[in-house]
């Protein structure tokens, strides 16, 4: 079993905090639910933390936003989404694309889709099949601005070194 160390534990309880903020305060309504930047920190915080701990802290923030803001039966599938979600972007990042530019692009593609399948998948269970086509769109929308938003945010951060100096504490 691997052992966080304090200042490992310390960064991945922030950055569970500020995906939560970026979920529960920022939420834009549309008739099925909402949207939110959540997702654009998680993908953030496995750029920042690496695989692993961004996995837990995508996970950890956005299920503690679903328990907060009143959506019990989501904690554990948004767990479980978001936790997969950040995992196969991480590893996209870490082993399969090292080396490549934009790897944290299509990193968070892959993740973004494992998240429009796994939540649907939800949805139906949930739902029905057919309510849960009609959900999908907002689903869409709201992985796609995140991935956008990531990739301005990462960007810009990349650009300034701070991403290296972060994971350099």
Request: glycine content about 12%; aromatic content about 12%.
């Amino acid at each position: 079993m691997e052992k966080f160390t304090v200042k490992e534990l310390t960064k991945t309880a922030a950055m569970a905090a500020i995906v939560f903020v970026l979920t529960y305060t920022f939420k834009i309504p549309f008739a099925d639910g909402y949207t939110h930047l959540g997702d654009c920190a998680i993908l953030t915080g496995v750029m920042v933390l690496g695989r692993k701990k961004g996995a837990w802290a995508g996970g950890t923030g956005a299920a503690m936003a679903d328990l907060i803001g009143g959506y019990p039966q989501w904690i554990i599938p948004t767990f479980i989404i978001k936790f997969l979600m950040a995992s196969v972007m991480g590893l996209i990042i870490e082993k399969y694309m090292p080396k490549a530019k934009f790897n944290y692009v299509l990193g968070a593609l892959s993740g973004g889709i494992l998240q429009i399948i796994g939540y649907t998948s939800v949805k139906i269970i949930y739902y029905g099949f057919a309510q849960a086509m009609v959900m999908t769109p907002t689903l869409l929308i709201q992985t796609s601005a995140g991935i956008v938003i990531t990739f301005i945010f990462v960007s810009i951060l990349k650009g300034s070194g701070i991403i290296e100096r972060v994971k350099a504490m």
